[in-house]
Every structure is written in C-alpha cells, then in structure tokens.
C-alpha cells in the first residue's frame, strides 16, 4: 500500500511569490492534516480537511489556505511569501478525523524563501 | 489551548541503556501522540494511547490520565533510536486540532 506522498520536496522562492504544495493521503483515507514545521516554533497544525470540508485551521493568516478534492488528494497555497515561512511542511493521511486517530506522515517539502 | 511539555529536551545515552521520555499536559484530552522524526524529516506515528500501556517491540507507552501524563520508554537502545521523538495531544477549545511538545533529541552512542 502506497504511502502519503508530498510533493515538491524542495521548493525555493522568493518573497512576495505563491506557492502550491501537493499532498496524495494513503488510499481510504479520508482525513488529511497539513503541518508546519521550524526550528523556532517546531510542529505547528495548519488545517485539516474531511471529505472536502476544512475542519479545523490553526492560528495562521489568511495567507495560508487549502483545499482537499474528491480523491481526498489535498493542497496548499501560501500567497505573498514572507521569509518566515520558509520551512518544513508535512502533511498526515487517517482513516477517520483528528485527534483520535493514527497518522501517517509525508515526507515533507522543505520549502525556502530567498 | 492545552499545554505539552515534554522533557528531557536532549539526551544521549550508550547503546543499551533504558531511555525514558516524559510528556506531560494541561487540559484533559482523549488520546495522546508519540511521533518519531529521523533526521531528513520524515515523521513515523509510533502510538497513539488513551488508556495505560502500549508496547511495539522495544519501545513501550504509557498514560496515566489522572495525572495528565505520559512517558515513552525504550528499552536496550540502540543507535538507529537516535531521532527525535514527540508527543502531540488534543487541543480542547482551541482552533489547533493537536498541540505538540517540543520534542526531544535522543542520540545513542555505541
């Protein structure tokens, strides 16, 4: 059985610029999580989505969104990047919804800001 | 929000030896996380428990819900061990769905 799998893994860009981070959860799994992650601030939540559906999202700004299609694959879009947000950002496939389930990790895509 | 402290935040041990990784939080909650972070990044979920005790070979789990607190226990370690390990519990009336700890180093000489 295939694993969750990110992609990019490493993305640089510049201020100012968007980008798009692409997660595919383990087939039937419904759940996915998006995760920030610096050496500051360590694990952060960003959002998680159920069936197309964004149930929770943390304390981030409206720069931060995503979206989860039918396949339950999901992106991320962070617009008007600052440096700050260069990190790694990991995202977790489940079964069932959040936080009573086991998770499964990405790899991650390290994304750097210039 | 709930708090999650956990602590040591670095410790390193000689291969053998039993290590025991503390994790501790505010607010009642309905199961807790322990997560393993290998250098590189990748993140592997090694329990999730509510109640008592959870064992996977070497590496045991356990809860006391009372007492808001989990230890991670691993028993005649071993170099491959060395990574990072994390709790991560419920956040209760917060907009985060998990609040983590900051994690501790572990490093196993031989």
């Known amino acids: 059985k295939a694993g969750v799998t990110q992609t990019p893994r490493y993305l640089i860009k510049t201020r100012g610029q968007q980008v798009t981070l692409s997660c595919s959860p383990i087939?039937?799994?419904?759940?996915v999580s998006w995760y920030q992650q610096t050496p500051g601030q360590g694990l952060q939540f960003l959002f998680e989505?159920?069936?197309?559906?964004?149930?929770n999202k943390g304390n981030f700004p409206g720069r931060f969104s995503g979206r989860q299609f039918s396949n339950s694959r999901s992106e991320m879009n962070v617009s008007t990047l600052e440096l700050g947000d260069s990190a790694l950002y990991l995202c977790?496939?489940?079964?069932?919804?959040?936080?009573?389930?086991?998770?499964?990790f990405g790899d991650g895509t390290r994304l750097s800001i210039l | 929000k709930n708090e999650v402290e956990q602590s040591p935040q670095n410790l390193t041990a000689q291969e053998g030896e039993f290590i025991t990784i503390n994790c501790s939080y505010s607010?009642?909650?309905?199961?807790l996380h322990w997560l393993q972070q290998h250098p590189g990044g990748g993140i592997v979920s090694l329990f999730m428990?509510?109640?008592g005790k959870k064992k996977h070979g070497r590496l045991i789990a356990t809860i006391n819900i009372q007492e808001k607190h989990s230890s991670l226990h691993i028993t005649a370690s071993h170099p491959r061990d060395s990574a990072v390990y994390i709790c991560?519990?419920?956040?209760?009336?917060?907009?985060?769905?998990?609040?983590f700890g900051k994690g501790t180093k572990l490093t196993v000489n031989p």
């Open positions: 607010v009642g909650i309905s199961a």
């Open positions: 977790a496939s489940s079964i069932g919804d959040l936080p009573n389930q086991p998770q499964h």
């Open positions: 428990l509510s109640s």
């Open positions: 989505y159920f069936s197309e559906t964004q149930r």
């Open positions: 087939s039937g799994h419904r759940s």
């Open positions: 991560a519990a419920p956040n209760q009336g917060g907009s985060e769905k998990l609040v």
